[in-house]
């Protein structure tokens, strides 16, 4: 836990202040996973802060919501367009992948159980940016991450938004968006470790 709320204000996510008038919280709460190996045998265990975002109302709290999820089809073209050219396929999970969108709307959770702020109990933090379960949280990371594919010169398919692809000459490298994981593949490693040390 103390690590996720470390992330959370490292990446700057939420400011401590007074809840305005007229404005109300969202509640948040944990969720605890455990991370088998191949094996099964426990890798670690994680903890995530998430906003209960089912109490969020629409038109009041929320204006639309969006999710980045491919089609089968599409991640089944890349995979097979993957085996069919002997080319590695990648799937990292995109860390704190919800923290990274920013978000437009006014929005104030509750402080987080186990970690208030003595001598501020009585104030909020007002997001700067998404967390997991807040209605508006996959459009404001799929807004950042598509911002950055195009400033790096990726390609956006015209027929499926969560598919990307970057040529350079011969090199070829294609991301498929699904949630907050990716897969990506492609027929160079230059391109690949460029992609895997990029900042998102």
């Known amino acids: 836990m ?41 890798d670690k265990y994680k903890a995530c802060l998430v906003v ?12 639309e919501v969006f ?16 085996a069919q050219n002997s080319w590695p396929v990648f799937q990292p999970d995109v860390k704190l992948a919800f923290l990274h969108g920013d978000l437009d709307e006014q929005v104030f959770i509750e402080q987080t159980p186990s970690y208030v702020k003595v001598g501020n ?8 940016r998404a967390l997991y379960g807040l209605k508006q949280a996959p459009r404001a990371w799929y807004s950042r991450i598509e911002a950055y594919f195009l400033k790096e010169g990726f390609q956006k398919c015209p027929y499926k938004h969560t ?9 070829m490298l294609i991301v ?17 470790d460029k992609f895997k040390k990029s900042d998102g």
């Open 67 to 82: 999710t980045s999820v491919a089609r089968h089809d599409t991640i089944k073209l890349v995979i097979s367009l993957a």
């Open 163 to 171: 598919l990307f692809t970057k040529t350079e000459g011969e090199k």
């Open 121 to 128: 109990e009585h104030k909020v933090y007002k997001l700067k």
């Open 176 to 192: 498929c968006l699904y949630v907050d994981d990716l897969i990506y593949t492609g027929n160079d490693k230059a391109m690949f």
């Open 2 to 42: 103390d690590e996720e709320i470390e992330a959370i204000e490292r990446n700057n996510s939420w400011k401590l202040s007074e809840l305005p008038e007229g404005k109300k919280t969202v509640g948040v709460k944990w969720v605890y996973k455990t991370k088998l190996k191949e094996n099964g045998e426990v």
């Open 52 to 63: 209960k975002g089912y109490k969020q109302e629409f038109g009041v709290d929320y204006q």
